[in-house]
């Protein structure tokens, strides 16, 4: 079993920055792949970005790159999300996930279903 927990979320203001983490926990093998989703209200979850463990290969979606900045701890057990030049149109929940390793590497890295393991999610609100 996989536990993730989210921390991090806040208000801010446009142009502004916040730090996301997710720390991990498993009482079996450390997740390959893992990621951060959003949602916003009224849309569907997306995905924002996603990074290979045990390589620190990452990925973004279009909305993020330039940035967003995804990154690991190993030794804390934990992933990052640095999100800066927020806009308010980032306003959302924001979830932690994890998935096989081979996801990361998929075309479609950003399908939900691939992942078996979710976080509780976190609140980032950026006003203008």
């Known amino acids: 079993q996989v536990q993730l927990v989210e921390s991090g979320g806040g208000s801010v203001q446009d142009g502004g920055s916040l730090r996301l983490s997710c720390t991990f926990s498993s009482d079996r093998d450390i997740p390959y792949c893992m990621g951060w989703f959003r949602q916003a209200p009224g849309k569907e979850r997306e995905g924002v970005a996603v990074?290979?463990?045990?390589?620190?290969?990452?990925r973004y979606a279009d909305s993020a790159k330039g940035r967003f900045t995804i990154s690991q701890d190993n030794a804390k057990n934990t992933i990052y999300l640095q999100m800066d030049k927020l806009k308010p149109e980032d306003t959302a929940m924001y979830y932690c996930?994890?998935?096989?390793?081979?996801?990361?590497?998929?075309?479609?890295?950003?399908?939900?279903?691939?992942?078996?393991?979710w976080g509780q999610g976190t609140q980032v609100t950026v006003s203008s």
């Open positions: 996930a994890a998935a096989d390793g081979y996801v990361c590497y998929s075309p479609s890295w950003w399908t939900m279903a691939d992942y078996k393991h």
């Open positions: 990074i290979y463990t045990f390589g620190e290969m990452t």
